[in-house]
């Protein structure tokens, strides 16, 4: 049985490999800056998620080069999407959006423009920009979901309801823009059966998907009840065996985008078997092979 990775996607579109490159637009939160509130998601670090970023005080040209640069040091790729990652990535205004959306473009070997943002964050203004945006150069939205669940939602401060999350997935939709979904596995108190079905509602409407371990990290309000003995995080043999499950449900046409996630080494507190990179992949890729599940291309990251 096989299943659509990235690696393969990417060649697919593009021809050949082409790297991410992570920038940050130096944007916020409506979780952070007091609109929902201020402490962000429970699992979210102080970065935003974006601890592999480039500097947020460089241009997003001069980001572009130096994160490029690290890439060409080690690989003869030639083309790159560029990623903007940390916070909330159309939460400003069109203005600003636009400015460094074309900048982010400008360059040649820039394939595609991928964006993370939140579902509640896309205003029609910025729905009209990644449409005329992405008629110059593909454009890629990930929308952090995380679970359907509403207590897990309430509990990890999503501050959105499912149902804005399906009407940001219709707009993205119809203007032809690439929607990933990023779930989360091993939240407290979710049984598998509920990750499952996170998974497969967001595979239903993706055209790919994020699967990301629950990490604990350092200064995060998870860590307060982690250390409180409120839950316990995923072995990797739970992991994996949740993993093949997942990706037995997905539609053979969702591109998965990830499988685990990388939690920085200064701040993960937990599980720390996730730390182990090649370790974890060794492992995925052995669970998926007893399983008789192979991806159309080797999984690398």
């Not at 990930?142 to 940001?168: F, M």
Request: glycine share 8%.
């Amino acid at each position: 049985m096989y299943y659509y990775s990235l690696n393969e996607y990417i060649k697919d579109t593009f021809g050949e490999k082409a790297y991410k490159l992570s920038i940050d637009g130096g944007m916020t939160c409506p979780n952070r800056d007091g609109t929902l509130g201020s402490r962000g998601c429970i699992f979210c670090s102080a970065g935003g998620s974006g601890e592999f970023a480039a500097d947020r005080e460089l241009s997003i040209s001069e980001q572009l080069s130096q994160a490029k640069q690290r890439i060409v040091a080690k690989s003869d790729c030639k083309k790159f999407i560029a990623y903007f990652q940390p916070f909330t990535n159309t939460y400003a205004p069109v203005r600003t959006l636009r400015k460094l959306y074309y900048e982010a473009i400008a360059p040649d070997e820039i394939v595609a423009l991928s964006i993370a943002t939140r579902p509640d964050c896309l205003g029609d203004d910025v729905i009209g920009l990644l449409s005329e945006i992405n008629k110059k150069k593909p454009v890629w939205v990930e929308l952090g979901l995380q679970t359907i669940h509403p207590r897990s939602a309430e509990y990890i401060r999503r501050g959105y309801e499912l149902k804005v999350y399906d009407e940001a997935v219709k707009k993205l939709r119809k203007i032809g823009v690439q929607v990933i979904t990023h779930i989360i596995l091993g939240l407290p108190g979710e049984s598998r059966e509920e990750m499952l079905r996170s998974v497969e509602y967001a595979g239903e409407r993706s055209d790919g998907i994020k699967l990301q371990l629950l990490h604990v990290l350092k200064g995060t309000d998870l860590l307060k009840d982690y250390e409180a003995g409120k839950f316990e995080v995923l072995t990797m043999e739970e992991y994996i065996d949740i993993l093949c499950d997942c990706i037995e449900i997905l539609p053979k046409n969702v591109v998965i985008h990830r499988l685990t996630g990388d939690g920085d080494k200064k701040l993960l507190v937990a599980p720390l078997w996730s730390a182990d990179k090649k370790r974890v992949i060794n492992s995925i890729n052995k669970g998926l092979s007893k399983r008789d599940v192979f991806f159309s291309a080797p999984l690398a990251t």
